[in-house]
């Protein structure tokens, strides 16, 4: 029989909220207040969701840039359960596993084009600033710790595959807790590139719309430590799979989202009438939106017009390798703010668009103001699918400890 594992509260900092209490109203009101235009060194604007002024604090990394800034505000909410963790079990014990795929890239661009105009990086410029493992090592230094640590970039299923080999290596009686999640920033380099894409929305995301037209990026982090010591939320399954039919396309029947639902209801050994919220994907681009309604459908059958479902991305922004642990920590917020609650005093993330719901796609039960619950929000599911894709989905419960 698999081990129960439990997630603590989650850490969580990004343009919704610095903390999970902020992070849950922001979600539950709509509040698109931390999308705003940013201009780039190119002369581009875009919307891009972004922490507020003042909210992040310097470090003592070594290089103590907006990542880092961003990583260790979500961290320092989850420090006295990673320091009792370290205390039960040990430093050794406790393992570091962050999802991460642009980082340093803040600084990337000022660097490089001035060793362009002048032949040499800045003074305080190093090449390890932009090394993958840098945010995990960071982790490590802060709390002391000496257990393995990886870094995972499978694009924004990053923390969500960062989340399943934590528990992999508590499973495997490698550690006994690990510090799993993501974080991501919105710099010129990840706003410029996905725009040559032409992945960018012109206006605020708009997911499931006939008027979709792209993503709305954004910065963030979102931490938990999970374990084997009893909490409120319980890990109960996952599942993965890469279809890598396109460097960045998923493939158009839905069947990579599918076949990684499918593994984590079987893992959590769950049907899906038992699900009661779905965190969808949700990146308001054409092809994915569309993609993830067909796996949807096929999930959950005549379910998938009244399983209520949301995009989060509205309110925090697409935050890339973070988005599956900054979408899971919704859902953990799902369950514990409703715990005991009756339908009619249940809270859910909105899904926020223009109402116009594309006719071309299966009918999901997108989340409104006026949406009325038929049961109690127990058992949650959450998507993540990336690059090349690669496929993630993650389904956490109430603890019935």
Request: proline share 3%.
């Amino acid at each position: 029989m698999k081990e129960t594992l439990f997630l603590s509260e989650p850490g969580i900092a990004c343009a919704a909220g610095n903390n999970a209490a902020d992070f849950w109203r922001s979600l539950t009101a709509g509040s698109q207040d931390g999308l705003v235009k940013v201009k780039t060194h190119s002369g581009r604007e875009f919307y891009a969701a972004k922490i507020a002024g003042g909210a992040l604090k310097k470090t003592s990394a070594r290089y103590d840039m907006r990542a880092i800034q961003i990583e260790d505000c979500a961290l320092e909410q989850i420090a006295p359960a990673v320091q009792a963790a370290k205390q039960k079990y040990g430093a050794a014990r406790v393992a570091v596993c962050v999802g991460c795929c642009d980082n340093g890239s803040e600084l990337s661009v000022a660097g490089h084009r001035e060793y362009f105009e002048k032949g040499a990086f800045p003074k305080n410029y190093s090449l390890e600033i932009q090394g993958a493992d840098y945010p995990a090592t960071y982790i490590k230094g802060k709390f002391g710790l000496a257990g393995p640590a990886y870094v995972f970039a499978t694009a924004c299923s990053s923390s969500g595959s960062a989340t399943i080999k934590a528990a992999q290596l508590i499973q495997a009686g490698i550690v006994d807790a690990a510090i799993c999640g993501g974080v991501d920033v919105a710099s010129d380099t990840v706003l410029l590139g996905f725009d040559s894409l032409e992945a960018v929305s012109e206006q605020k995301t708009n997911p499931f719309s006939a008027a979709r037209s792209g993503i709305t990026l954004g910065e963030g982090a979102a931490f938990f430590l999970l374990s084997k010591d009893k909490g409120p939320v319980e890990l109960l399954g996952w599942g993965e799979s890469a279809d890598a039919s396109h460097m960045t396309a998923p493939l158009a029947d839905g069947s990579g989202a599918l076949a990684a639902m499918k593994e984590a209801l079987a893992d959590a050994g769950l049907d899906a009438s038992k699900i009661d919220y779905l965190n969808l994907h949700g990146t308001g681009t054409k092809l994915n939106d569309s993609m993830e309604a067909k796996a949807v459908s096929q999930v959950f059958g005549s379910l998938a017009a009244a399983v209520p479902a949301s995009s989060t991305k509205p309110m925090t922004g697409h935050t890339l390798g973070a988005s599956s642990a900054v979408e899971l920590a919704a859902c953990y917020c799902s369950i514990v703010n409703n715990d005991g609650a009756e339908a009619d005093k249940i809270k859910l993330p909105l899904h926020v668009y223009d109402g116009d719901y594309d006719p071309a796609l299966p009918r999901l039960n997108l989340i409104g103001p006026e949406t009325k619950f038929n049961k109690r929000i127990n058992v949650c599911m959450s998507n993540s699918f990336g690059f090349g894709g690669c496929n993630v989905s993650l389904i956490i419960g109430k603890s019935n400890g």
